[in-house]
């Protein structure tokens, strides 16, 4: 901490917020689907993805299939519900729904905070979130 013109200065590091999406549920999805297959699917319908995400659930009785679709506005969520519901994806009738779901980043974590704060002057003056 450092006082400048009679205040406290604080530093700290940045954190990245996260992007606001509008998700997809999409069931009834081909054991072959992937994340790309899924991504692709949608750009060919003509609507604009910002990422998927492929989810095989292994059950005693049987396996499912599903998977999720993120878009960046939601009149871009409601064009892709009504436009795709129901169409063929490779050879299945696919079920689309709104979803909460908050699909991962998949990204390589980085280290974390703590780790890249080597002085001790920097440490003793850093709030974390």
Not at 11 to 16: E, N, S, V
Not at 44 to 56: A, K, L, P, R, Y
Not at 86 to 103: C, D, L, P, T, V
Request: with cysteine.
């Amino acid at each position: 901490m450092l006082e400048v013109e009679g205040g406290v200065l604080k530093i700290a590091y940045c954190r990245k917020r996260r992007e606001v999406t509008f998700n997809l549920f999409v069931g009834n999805l081909s054991y072959d689907a992937t994340d790309k297959d899924l991504k692709e699917f949608f750009n060919n319908e003509g609507h604009s993805v910002v990422s998927t995400e492929v989810i095989f659930h292994e059950t005693i009785q049987n396996s499912l299939v599903y998977g999720y679709v993120s878009f960046k506005s939601k009149k871009e969520s409601e064009a892709a519900l009504i436009s795709v519901q129901g169409k063929a994806f490779m050879g299945r009738s696919i079920r689309i729904e709104h979803s909460n779901y908050f699909i991962r980043n998949k990204q390589p974590a980085t280290e974390s905070v703590e780790s890249e704060l080597t002085s001790p002057e920097l440490k003793s003056g850093v709030k974390e979130a």
